[in-house]
């Protein structure tokens, strides 16, 4: 039996569709208890559901389902009600990612598993599980995949997380997060990473070991001297990350800032503008005075850079703080983490509704900007500016607070650029949004609790 659907993320593209992402509950035969399963829903515009089916055919891969027995309760995991212009898949359905259907599959888990700790001679002498079970954590059709697999013994083996890549984008992953491990247990000053277990390529996933502990960003929710240490010692990290020889990362792609730009303001301008045309408006200027200002900051070559640095991807374990998620490195200008990480703190200290965010990114950089150019440091607030907004674009759609979410967050970006320009003896340009405040303002009177994987995203 169905029950409740509870909504984890949704994505609008005006004129074009609305996609939800939900868990279905499911009830558990002979129980009280329920069972959770992924499902994407997507409506279209003008009749139209538009959802692709790039890849292999649907009706193929629900069938190699049902021989696998992962498609039970359902009978069939896609269907269309055109009336409604409504598509839906079910977990783990998807056309891009065929082996999904295998890898939820328990008995391939464990054979997958077993080669994986044989090839790589991990832990040799330790039994292994009778079998594991297996969570989507998270189903997005057509873009990513990531599953749990937790042994039904735990005595016998830790829980293993399953990342699915297409086109053999696996392959670099597995490359640089195993180069970067080597390079931060050497020069990370306690700050090390998590290095995949192994890359399977005839399945298209790395697997890397489940951690003890939890992320920056919930540590935040009660900032005190450890977290200051923490973020001292993140800062350390990205020092030491900056200084990893291209070499042996190996080929990644080339961050512009112009890219950036263009890639926020194409994405603001996908749903901001329709449903908050004031907001839209400011984003738009905004990111015309990021353009206007990058050409007047002094420059550096590009370095190894994480990518995608923010709070959530430092994990505080038990050994000691730990680097997490390295699918999004590149080589760019090194300001390009140090800003993600400074308004990435802006957010998180607005959603637990804290004081000290200044004190925060001030510990944060002291630990990463000795001997760090001050043309850097520059350029990091002007990638502050511009990742807010890129924050304000992730809010959820179905937050009560959307609005004014995306009104404080473009609020907080025009205070960073306003700093900016003073410092460079430039007039700060008056506020696009009414009721401009100091960026020592807060995101909410109430307590905001995160939802997802992370408050906004």
Request: charged residues 20%; glycine residues 8%.
């Amino acid at each position: 039996m169905l029950g409740p659907c509870r909504l984890r993320r949704a994505r609008f593209k005006p004129g074009r569709k609305l996609t939800a992402y939900y868990d279905a509950l499911l009830h558990i035969q002979g129980t009280e208890g329920y069972c959770a399963r992924a499902i994407a829903v997507t409506w279209g515009f003008d009749g139209n559901a538009d959802h692709s089916r790039v890849g292999d055919d649907p009706a193929e891969i629900q069938a190699e389902a049902l021989r696998h027995g992962v498609a039970a309760p359902f009978r069939q995991l896609t269907a269309d009600l055109p009336e409604w212009s409504m598509h839906i898949q079910v977990s783990p359905l998807d056309s891009r990612f065929p082996q999904l259907v295998r890898l939820s599959d328990p008995q391939h888990v464990s054979d997958l598993l077993a080669g994986a700790y044989a090839a790589d001679d991990v832990a040799p002498d330790q039994p292994r599980p009778g079998g594991y079970a297996v969570t989507p954590v998270s189903y997005h059709p057509g873009q990513r995949h990531v599953l749990r697999y937790a042994p039904l013994d735990a005595a016998k083996g830790g829980t293993v997380f399953a990342k699915l890549y297409a086109d053999g984008e696996g392959a670099r992953v597995f490359r640089v997060a195993t180069q970067v491990g080597k390079w931060l247990a050497q020069h990370g000053e306690g700050v090390t990473s998590v290095r995949p277990l192994a890359y399977v390529a005839e399945d298209g996933v790395v697997l890397y070991p489940g951690l003890s502990g939890a992320p920056l960003s919930e540590h935040l929710r009660r900032p005190g001297q450890g977290v200051a240490r923490c973020l001292e010692r993140a800062g350390v990290a990205l020092r030491a990350l900056h200084h990893l020889p291209q070499a042996k990362a190996g080929p990644l792609r080339r961050h512009l800032f112009a890219a950036e730009v263009s890639e926020i303001a194409q994405e603001a301008s996908d749903h901001i503008p329709a449903l908050l045309p004031s907001v839209g408006a400011a984003i738009g200027a905004l990111l015309d005075r990021a353009r206007e200002l990058h050409d007047r900051l002094p420059q550096e070559p590009p370095t190894f850079t994480h990518g995608d640095f923010k709070s959530e991807h430092m994990w505080i374990a038990p050994g000691g703080p730990m680097l997490i998620d390295f699918d999004s490195s590149c080589v760019a200008d090194p300001a390009y983490d140090v800003g993600k990480l400074l308004a990435d703190l802006q957010l998180w200290y607005a959603t637990y509704d804290q004081p000290g965010l200044e004190h925060a990114q001030e510990r944060f950089l002291s630990g990463y900007a000795p001997g760090a150019p001050e043309g850097r440091l520059l350029r990091a607030r002007l990638y502050e500016a511009v990742e807010l907004v890129k924050i304000a674009r992730r809010v959820p759609l179905f937050d009560h607070d959307w609005v004014s979410l995306n009104e404080q967050a473009i609020r907080r970006a025009q205070a960073v650029m306003n700093d900016l320009e003073r410092t460079l003896g430039l007039s700060a340009t008056p506020p696009s949004l009414p009721g401009f405040q100091n960026r020592r303002h807060t995101c909410s009177k109430r307590r905001r609790q995160p939802s997802g994987k992370g408050a906004w995203c």
